[in-house]
């Protein structure tokens, strides 16, 4: 059988704005947001009549924005679209992101049924001082209310999400909103340092000084105390930023891009994956959907296209070594890299690695892997530019 591929659907709304926030999302558009969705459904059949695509999908992942903005009907639909165009393993893992709080009592259940098997849930901190400096809009209650009510409705795999280095944080409060988050025993935990974008009201607020960016000394403190934490709850740790219970519930879906497989992906500002092309959509929402309604879709490929790359053979060797490394217990095969190219990892890599590994920044595992130093996770992208 076609080695599988995975799906992603970006659903581009949200209430409000946090003030770290530069993804792809807008807020006050929900009236677009019936038209977004008949495009998305548009967007994957024509997807795979055009691409005549035979393999099957073993993770979708709703992501955003807030897909926990919509209804379970919605949802249930996509998913419909999704199983009715392509043939979606028995066991695929379907994950959904959700604010806390947006998911009425009534609806945990119905959402049970819509198929999705996986919920991320954005926690990112214990303490409501934090979530409101953030500009969060939920509350710490509201996470553990959703947390009991999507055990309670069946869910076995939950994630949440964590942010660590927001201005005001302290070691101490940091800590605290990890034992909090562990007291929960999710099944899975992402932990993610803060980078401040351009463009944000939170760039903006440490400009003016009214907030003060935490030296990276304490980030990264906080990052390493997290680790131990995390050992000491027997976490999986298992990608850079990445804990799991069991080797079960790591993310399939995240897998797949560490792995640099195969991935669909559908809606404005989605990126795809794909016969060794990487295509992103056009962000704004109102030109998304011009462009799957009015653009000929029939006759084009990728009709909401807005970056169509043809990647090389060495930028794709460069991607399975630095998205390898993060798999911190896995790494990279050699053989497996040598079974996808044709070619030997330390003759592509002679130099960089000579170097890494003299330095102990990398090193082959008991499974002849090469694997990052732990002790390096966290300032791991300056390890990686020796491959860029
Ligand atoms: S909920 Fe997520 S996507 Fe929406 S503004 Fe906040 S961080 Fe951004």
Redesign the pocket.
Same mark, same amino acid.
């Given at each position: 059988m076609d080695k599988p591929i995975s799906v992603y659907i970006h659903i581009p709304f949200?209430k409000t704005?946090?003030n770290y926030?530069d993804?792809n999302?807008f807020t006050g558009m929900e009236s677009f947001i019936a038209p977004y969705l008949a495009s998305v459904k548009e967007e994957i059949r024509n997807c795979v009549i055009s691409m005549e695509i035979n393999q099957p999908v073993h993770s979708i992942y709703l992501g955003? +924005?807030?897909p926990s903005l919509l209804s379970p009907e919605q949802i249930r639909e996509l998913i419909q679209t999704v199983r009715d165009h392509f043939f979606v393993t028995r066991d695929a893992e379907i994950t959904m992101e959700m604010?806390p709080g947006d998911l009425l009592p009534e609806k945990t259940m119905m959402l049970r049924s819509t198929g999705v098997n996986r919920v991320s849930l +954005?926690m990112q901190s214990a303490i409501n001082e934090e979530l409101k400096c953030m500009g969060r809009r939920h509350s710490v209650e509201q996470t553990l209310d959703t947390y009991h009510r999507l055990r309670e409705a069946g869910f076995d795999n939950i994630n949440l999400d964590l942010i660590f280095g927001y201005p005001g944080q302290t070691m101490e409060s940091w800590r605290y909103s990890l034992e909090k988050a562990m007291e929960l025993e999710p099944d899975h935990i992402s932990l993610y340092a803060l980078s401040v974008e351009k463009g944000t009201p939170l760039e903006s607020q440490i400009l003016s000084g009214s907030l003060k960016a935490l030296p990276d000394d304490t980030v990264a403190d906080m990052y390493d105390s997290a680790c131990e934490m995390m050992k000491e709850h027997r976490y999986i740790h298992y990608e850079i930023s990445n804990w799991s219970r069991t080797h079960q519930t790591e993310s399939r879906h995240n897998k797949q891009y560490w792995y640099i497989e195969p991935y669909l992906g559908f809606g404005s500002g989605a990126h795809s994956y794909f016969s060794h092309v990487r295509i992103k959509n056009v962000s704004s929402i109102e030109e998304y959907i011009e462009r799957i309604n009015f653009n000929r879709p029939w006759e084009n490929t990728y009709p909401a296209a807005e970056e169509i790359i043809a990647l090389s053979e060495l930028t794709e060797m460069k991607d399975v070594v630095i998205f390898g490394l993060r798999l911190l217990q896995e790494g990279v095969n050699p053989t497996k890299f040598k079974e996808r190219f044709g070619l030997n990892l330390e003759d592509i890599f002679h130099y960089q690695l000579k170097k890494l590994l003299a330095n102990g920044y990398v090193y082959y595992n008991q499974e002849g892997n090469l694997v990052l130093n732990e002790k390096y996770a966290f300032v791991s992208n300056q390890i990686f530019l020796e491959f860029v």
């Open positions: 949200c704005r946090c926030c993804f999302t955003g +924005g807030t604010n +954005g």
